[in-house]
């Protein structure tokens, strides 16, 4: 007696509709990313430090701003804002990255993701200007409300409304430079691991280490080594560049003439933090 297959059919068919190709892929993995940030589509536990840090950039931005209104003092202006939340940002990376990195190592899904249009250049640059997106989001928007706070409560009219913006749209600027750098040093590391607990611990680990060494620097006898002691440090090179383009020697750290340096080596540091970026994955795609 012979057996004979037979074919059910389950109600599987064929796709026909229109295919979306990399562009939409990158798109996809964007919004993810941003909503991943802030913890939107994910439990209840996940959005508690993000939002957290959001909270206290708005409440200080608040406080700026009804402080303005009533006694028309100043606080801080939109650069000296980023600088007060810089150790927040910095945690605010250190808990992000890995969220947007790490858990893609650790769950295996990178060869499904690389299995389809998407290259790895489209996923690391999607992760790159979801973290940007979400840091500057998490300084641009406070700025904003100081900026609403003292454009109503100007004595100029439109011309104070327009002397403020023309103060927020370089703070805004500023708040780039920090997201820019502060997001690529943070993906790096956290694609190094898959255990997010190693990888923010990294990311801390760094700007605490980097720190100190500026400190050194700062007090030796020599100037040209006081004028570049920031240079070692994140935090401070972005200061430089801000004392550099406000031409503000008294706004931050001093660095006597050598703020082109400063910008030079930012370029030359984020670009060489995303080409090792990118490497990184083209090796994981290969695999």
């Known amino acids: 007696m012979s057996e004979a297959g037979v074919i059910h059919d389950i109600g599987y068919q064929r796709y ?19 909503r991943a940030s802030f913890g939107l589509g994910r439990s209840a536990k996940a959005k508690i430090f993000p939002w957290l840090v959001a909270g206290i950039g708005l409440l200080i931005a608040v406080i700026d701003a009804g402080v303005k209104a009533k006694a028309n003092i100043t606080l801080f202006d939109y650069y000296q804002f980023d600088e007060t939340m810089g150790i927040l940002v910095v945690f605010f990376v250190a808990i992000i990255a890995p969220a947007l990195v790490s858990r893609d190592l650790r769950a295996g899904v990178l060869p499904l993701y690389f299995s389809r249009p998407v290259r790895a250049s489209d996923y690391v640059m999607a992760k790159v200007a979801a973290l940007i997106s979400a840091v500057w ?67 801390v ?14 007090i030796l006898p020599s100037e040209t080594s006081r004028n570049l002691a920031g240079l070692a440090s994140p935090e401070t090179l972005v200061g430089g560049i801000s004392t550099w383009l406000r031409n503000k020697p008294n706004a931050g750290i001093d660095i006597g003439s050598f703020g082109p340096i400063y910008g030079i080596e930012f370029v030359c540091l984020v670009a060489a933090l995303l080409l090792l970026l990118l490497a990184r994955y083209r090796k994981v795609a290969s695999l």
């Not at 004595?155 to 409304?161: L, S, Y």
């Not at 502060?182 to 990294?202: C, D, E, H, M, R």
């Not at 680990?205 to 700062?218: E, Q, R, Y």
């Open 137 to 203: 989001l998490l300084l641009g928007v406070p700025q904003l409300i100081m900026f609403l706070g003292a454009a109503f409560t100007t004595k100029t009219g439109m011309k104070g409304v327009w002397h403020e913006a023309g103060n927020l749209l370089p703070g805004w600027g500023y708040s780039v430079l920090w997201a820019v750098l502060f997001s690529a040093i943070g993906l790096l590391i956290a694609s190094v691991t898959g255990k997010q607990a190693f990888a923010a611990g990294g990311i």
């Open 16 to 34: 026909e509709g229109p295919k979306l190709g990399r562009g939409a892929l990158f798109g996809s993995l964007y919004v993810h990313g941003i």
């Open 205 to 218: 680990a760094l700007f605490v280490v980097t720190t100190p060494i500026v400190g050194v620097l700062s």
